[in-house]
């Protein structure tokens, strides 16, 4: 037994076939600009949420990138702020304390604090000597190469005149 279709009933079916084709890429695609809207409408939820926090607290990205991550338990490189990891198992399973890793980590946080509030003095020259620098070798520069084309009797660094005959 098979099948036999005419070619009109082929024609239709394949019609029929582009046309849900059709439908479907458009589902994709609604499916897909609804995700990213909806992500987007996340995203600026959070945003305003912190531009809110920051005017409340009065931190500026700045600042707030500066802050170094704080954590509740911290061993040398190791730090977390849940105790059920492995590490702080095996910390306390060897004699150490919660409280000496918290200990730890409030140390840290006093340290990069005196860190950040230490004043440096910074190596900078004014503008003036800057200048004057610059200048100074200008001049040296351009009278270096004309002096001895020089006939307008003008005078040097050492206050000795250029070009003049004596």
């Known amino acids: 037994m098979t099948l036999?279709?005419?070619?009109?009933?082929?024609?239709?079916l394949k019609a029929e076939r582009a046309e849900l084709d059709k439908k479907i890429k458009l589902a994709e695609k609604d499916t897909k600009v609804n995700a990213l809207v909806d992500s987007w409408l996340?995203?600026?939820?959070?945003?305003s949420e912190l531009k809110a926090l920051q005017a409340k607290y009065r931190f500026s990205k700045e600042e707030l990138s500066k802050c170094p991550t704080l954590?509740?338990?911290r061993d040398?490189?190791?730090?977390?702020?849940?105790?059920n990891t492995d590490w702080v198992k095996e910390y306390i399973s060897k004699g150490g304390s919660i409280s000496d890793l918290e200990n730890n980590a409030m140390n840290?946080?006093?340290r990069e604090a005196t860190k950040q509030l230490r004043q440096r003095r910074k190596k900078t020259t004014s503008k003036a000597q800057?200048?004057?620098?610059?200048?100074?070798?200008?001049?040296?520069?351009?009278?270096?190469?004309g002096d001895a084309k020089r006939s307008d009797g003008g005078v040097d660094k050492k206050g000795i005149g250029?070009?003049?005959t004596l």
């Open 42 to 47: 996340n995203m600026e939820e959070y945003k």
């Open 162 to 164: 250029v070009g003049s």
């Open 71 to 73: 954590y509740k338990y």
């Open 4 to 12: 036999q279709f005419d070619s009109d009933e082929v024609a239709r």
């Open 76 to 83: 040398g490189k190791r730090r977390t702020n849940d105790e």
């Open 108 to 110: 840290f946080l006093t």
């Open 130 to 145: 800057t200048v004057s620098k610059k200048s100074v070798a200008k001049k040296s520069s351009s009278a270096s190469k």
